[in-house]
């Protein structure tokens, strides 16, 4: 990401620091992931110390401070998707893909996360893959999903 | 648009507005909520469009696109108006058949109606449909009927005349006094009386104040902030601008999560449009009052939801707690007086402005008054949302609406609270919900969660669960819960494992006790809740793990073992072809064996077993029976004997 985005985006928010979080996420949201560089960038553009943005970005689950999979994995562990066998779902897509929660592969094709409840506690387990939903996962269905991601 | 100056030209507009609707006209409601959308509404919605177009029914049938109705577990749900005729799991394939027999010819589909599991009747009307009937819909009935992205939807069903009547036949005070009669109490969790927090704020010198709407709902198995939000944004936002009314603040904040992106994209839409229409924005309605509202998304962090934090966040900063010498309501975002309250409770005060606190307080139990939103979720039959007057017995929410357990288990418990709730034992399933009456059975109502778990859910799992996700989610900064948590989570993990030992619940009751005592914030002193209640009613659960190294529901992974019955086993082939690792031994006619080695307990055998023959067992507390002899597991066939 190059200066004059991240200018863009911090004059979208009106450069006030107390708009941090939402720069960031903006950020994040577009680049998958916050480099030193752009942490620097903001720091200076809104006159916040380095220290509070890492505070910040390691602070908050949304933030990565290093690069993201092409595709991203979210397993649904809210307590509805626990009670109906989340952890089961969990543990094959962990075999399919080799990594754990919070990992991305040396190919940079999946990065594994888990998140606490997406809000669609009727379709448990649910697992999510870039944004689509596939609900009432088995755990023996999970690789077949996997398969369709290059 | 030009902007509405007055009440009466609200009306006018409003008049305007029905006169051109024509209640007559076939009307498709179609759930886009998040729960319908993942079932396929999208696609449902793309078909519906062509096949009106291909039928030449565009201006002659209207397509609406709504959000959440709560009957999740049946989505994607379709409601033909004016006869309320409701379709559920639609696809894409079914839409050509439901235009030209029900729109064109009035006929209705038996094959898409609801099958009532209880009489084995077709029910055509969504009305009566046990689910919906026995609700109370008060706050989230409006959703199944506008379309989210729409204010005029809205102000055709009456929405702003609250905020037009406050605005033009009511002081200030008024309103705060209406609120404070109402005796409305916060939904997201403390259950604090809203009119009693406004009245602070209004009452403190600081003359900027805030209002603010929190939609951080972080608890795992709860969404109906996520519903309303989605659903029926004006319906926050008229609620959010009387409050500021009532406290005299200019300035109002909605933090809502990012996970959560049609909830945000929801709320800029209806922002926007209640700018331009001027229910927002200078001089609103012609009263003199300005107001303006700033959507903040958090980045995620369940401690967030809590008041002094969630504050502390929009201030862009990371969100810990602060210690509440004095109030939030007096002291809070950027040290002046903020009145927080949740998307449900915001959304309550647009009903008692326009119907009265006296109407309100008919409703619900003596502490608790209105209807509460509770989201149904777990191993029941009818997953959804439901909404039901305070002092509904959670017996009637669990079976009357929510159809009993999955597949015809036994119940075991109800958790209600989020992950500083509690769980509730069958023999307390004749507890009437409410805010006091919650609490005095060791749980809570937090901000209506209710996860029901049958015989198969383990107790001392569900209380990892929890303490792994608090641990998960402590923000770090008073010790008893960052390490207490942490120590807890470790005892706990261990006794699932089978590493348990004697005076481990001791241990754990200590740290508990400390956590309590000394945490800062309300997240920290409830944390221990789901280990305390759990062992409250469940001891001999924690025992039988820790003693016998057994798991009574059959369920830590450690102490179970999955094991084929020899007897049963018809060497079928599908637990074989099904196992991912390849540990089921076997073939054709051949008795299939699991090597226990291999086995890596995903269970996919136990599931892919045919019901009738129910080979594949699971075995806790004991060893697994030796493999039968090679000779033993052929299976002969009758003639052959």
Known sequence: MDNERIDQIIAKHHGEASSLIQVLLEIQSENNWLPKEVLERVGEKLQVPLTRIQHIATFYKAFSLVPKGRHGIHICMGTACHVRGAKRVLDTVQEATGIKPGETDLDLKFSLETVNCLGCCALGPVMEVDGKTYGKMVPGDTADVLKNYE | MSRITSPAELETFRKGLLSKRDPNKPCITLCSGSACHASGSGEVAASLEAELTKQGLTDSVDIRRTGCHGFCERGPIIVIHPEEICYFQIKPEDIPEIISQTIVEKKVIERLLYNDPATNEKIIHESEIPFYKNQERLVFGSNGSIDPKSIEDYLAIGGYSALAKALSEMSAEQVLSEVKKSNLRGRGGGGFPAGRKWEGSRNAPEPIKYVIVNADEGDPGAYMDRALLEGNPHAILEGLTLGAYAIGAHEGYIYVRQEYPLAVQNVHIAIQQAEEYGFLGKN??????????????????????????????????????????????????????????????????????????????????????????????????????????????????????????????????????????????????????????????????????????????????????????????????????????????????????????????????????????????????????????????????????????????????????????????????????????????????????????????????????????????????????????????????????
Request: proline share 6%; with cysteine.
């Open chain 2, 284 to 641: 609103i309605l012609g009263s003199g009052f300005d107001f303006k509202v700033i959507v903040h998304q958090g980045a995620g962090a369940f401690v967030c939801g809590e008041s002094t934090a969630l504050m502390t966040a929009l201030e862009g900063r990371a969100g810990e707690p602060r210690p509440k010498y004095v109030r939030s309501n007096i002291k809070g975002l950027w040290e002046r007086p903020s009145v927080l309250n949740n998307v449900e409770t915001w959304a309550n005060v647009p009903l008692i402005i326009n119907k009265g606190a006296d109407w309100f307080t008919q409703l619900g139990t003596a502490g608790s008054k209105g209807t509460k939103i509770f989201s149904l979720v777990g191993k029941i039959t009818n997953t959804g949302l439901v909404e039901v007057p305070m002092g509904t017995p959670l017996r009637d929410i669990i079976y009357k609406i929510g159809g009993g357990i999955l597949n015809n288990r036994k119940f075991k418990a109800v958790q209600t609270g989020g992950p500083s709730g509690g769980c509730i034992p069958e023999q307390l399933l004749d507890l009437e919900v409410g805010f006091d009456e919650l609490t005095k059975a060791g749980s809570m109502m937090g901000s209506g969660g209710m996860i029901v778990m049958d015989e198969d859910t383990c107790m001392v799992d569900v209380s990892r669960y929890f303490i792994e996700f608090l641990t998960d989610e402590s923000c770090g900064k008073c010790t008893p819960c960052r390490e207490g948590l942490r120590q807890m989570l470790k005892i706990l993990t261990n006794i699932t494992e089978g590493k348990g030992k004697e005076g481990d619940i001791e241990l754990l009751e200590a740290l508990s006790e400390t956590a309590i005592e000394g945490a800062l914030c309300a997240l920290g002193k409830s944390a221990p809740n789901p280990f305390l209640s759990t062992l409250r009613y469940f001891r001999e659960e924690y025992e039988a793990h820790i003693k016998e190294k057994r798991c009574p529901a059959l369920s830590c992974k450690e102490l179970i073992a999955y094991y084929i019955d020899p007897a049963k086993c018809k060497a079928c082939m599908t637990c074989r072809r099904k196992c991912p690792a390849d540990a089921v031994d076997g073939g054709k006619n051949l008795i299939h064996i699991i090597d226990q080695a291999k086995c890596t307990k995903c269970g996919t055998c136990f599931e892919a077993c045919p019901p009738r023959f129910g080979a594949v067992t699971k075995i806790s507390g004991v060893p697994v029976p030796p493999p039968i002899a090679e000779e033993e597991r052929i299976i002969k066939k009758s003639k052959e004997k």
